[in-house]
């Protein structure tokens, strides 16, 4: 895998008559930035089909992936994508993220009734850190499982009850607490809130600029996607923060100078060991480069690039995290997506079996690849390349079961 990571870019125009609302890209010099023309081209393409009652969703060149996507009859997004291994499916994510990041910051009215364009353009500012963080190279894989990704923290049951004691004090029953920019413990309410909902949540945090205490409005663009909601965060300690979605009350000094020193002050060791919490993976087998976890019944994840005794021979971390994207992309568009997942199975064999695969591999030059889906679980592992192919199934089965009882994903 070459270090040449490859370009992508987003754009945003309305739908009605192709004003473009912003452009936001990686890895493109901006000398190279596309031009009027190109941006005009591309929509015009897909309004042509469109016209004609064609939906043109995709497509590619030799060296370039391109996907719309119309929202609402009212905003288009196009994303161009250079990089290796992009597909339909990592690109549809992308799309489905960036507009409901839009909605999640702006609200779902000022998206679909636009009745300024030039003031939609300054407000859509607002979006544009949430929004580069999908397009950089990731290490997260989130964006792409639709899944909050969680990190195990000590005393559990000790925080737990006094996130619910906190935030029934704040007159919430949201309330969440997130340790290096993972979400560690929640309400069940806030379990209930819309996967996509609790990642991009979890992600905003992670990028807006760092403040001890936030008061920051939010839509929930599945459950309230035009009435606005209070989003409040408190620092703890040093990447360690807690986080509630509130109404009109209580005001951010209460928290911060009443609840805060009441609730979460008398548990001052236990905070200090969710700082630096145990690296997820510890217990895996020699020879894991990489691990995702994916809970589908939660819809959470745990994930690491570097599980404690890996290597550094093979891959880098980063090399590690695309070629796991990769694979995670592969398999779910392949082999086995989760029960009600739009992702279709385009494995021509898979027509001629009544059922679905549980397990698949994949072998480089590089690394290998393992995947299981189990009742409740998915688990993708990277493997370095030294590990014998026949080994690969009772390894991997051993990592899930190890994962799973050590794990509260």
């Known amino acids: 895998m070459g270090e040449d990571e490859g370009s992508i870019t987003l754009l945003c125009l309305t739908a009605s008559s192709g004003v473009p609302l912003f452009c936001r890209s990686r890895g493109t010099p901006s000398k190279h930035q596309l031009p009027f023309s190109v941006i005009g081209s591309l929509n015009g393409v897909h309004m042509f089909g469109a016209n004609l009652d064609v939906l043109l969703a995709a497509t590619c060149t030799a060296n370039t992936r391109v996907a719309w996507?119309?929202?609402?009859?009212?905003?288009?997004?196009?994303?161009?994508?250079?990089?290796?291994?992009?597909?339909?499916?990592?690109?549809?994510?992308?799309?489905?993220?960036?507009?409901?990041?839009?909605?999640?910051?702006?609200?779902?009215?000022?998206?679909?009734?636009?009745?300024?364009?030039?003031?939609?353009?300054?407000?859509?500012?607002?979006?544009?850190?949430?929004?580069?963080?999908?397009?950089?190279?990731?290490?997260?894989?989130?964006?792409?499982?639709?899944?909050?990704?969680?990190?195990?923290?000590?005393?559990?049951?000790?925080?737990?009850?006094?996130?619910?004691?906190?935030?029934?004090?704040?007159?919430?029953?949201f309330g969440c607490l997130l340790a290096g920019g993972r979400l560690a413990l929640a309400t069940d309410p806030w379990w209930q809130l819309a996967p996509q909902e609790l990642l991009l949540l979890t992600w905003l945090v992670g990028v807006l600029p760092p403040h001890t205490t936030r008061d920051y409005p939010v839509y929930l663009p599945h459950g309230s996607p035009t009435v606005p909601h209070r989003l409040l965060t408190c620092q703890l300690l040093p990447g360690l923060e807690v986080c509630l979605l509130c109404g009109p009350s209580p005001g951010l000094p209460t928290v911060e100078s009443e609840l805060v020193p009441r609730f979460w002050k008398p548990l001052l060791e236990p905070l200090q060991a969710c700082v630096r919490p145990p690296p997820p993976g510890a217990v895996l087998p020699p020879g894991v480069l990489a691990f995702l976890l994916v809970n589908g019944e939660q819809r959470s994840s745990l994930s690491s690039v570097q599980p404690p005794g890996s290597r550094g021979e093979g891959l880098s971390p980063r090399g590690?995290?695309?070629?796991?994207?990769?694979?995670?992309?592969?398999?779910?568009?392949?082999?086995?997506?989760?029960?009600?997942?739009?992702?279709?199975?385009?494995?021509?064999?898979q027509a001629g079996f009544p059922h679905r695969a549980q397990h698949c591999y994949v072998v480089s030059a590089t690394h290998k690849a393992y995947a299981i889906h189990a009742p409740q679980h998915q688990l993708f592992l990277l493997l370095a390349p030294n590990v014998p192919t026949f080994a690969l199934r009772p390894l991997a089965t051993r990592a899930l079961q190890r994962l799973t009882e050590d794990a509260a994903c």
């Open 320 to 349: 590690r995290a695309r070629a796991l994207r990769h694979f995670y992309a592969l398999v779910t568009t392949c082999y086995f997506p989760w029960e009600g997942s739009p992702a279709p199975l385009q494995e021509p064999f």
């Open 69 to 173: 996507r119309v929202f609402h009859n009212s905003i288009t997004l196009i994303v161009l994508s250079s990089e290796e291994g992009a597909s339909d499916f990592t690109l549809g994510r992308l799309l489905d993220n960036a507009f409901s990041t839009m909605v999640l910051i702006l609200g779902l009215e000022e998206l679909v009734n636009v009745r300024n364009i030039e003031r939609l353009k300054k407000d859509l500012r607002a979006c544009y850190k949430l929004i580069d963080s999908f397009l950089g190279p990731l290490e997260k894989t989130g964006d792409l499982t639709q899944c909050v990704e969680c990190v195990p923290v000590p005393h559990g049951p000790v925080l737990q009850e006094c996130l619910e004691a906190f935030a029934g004090a704040a007159e919430s029953r």
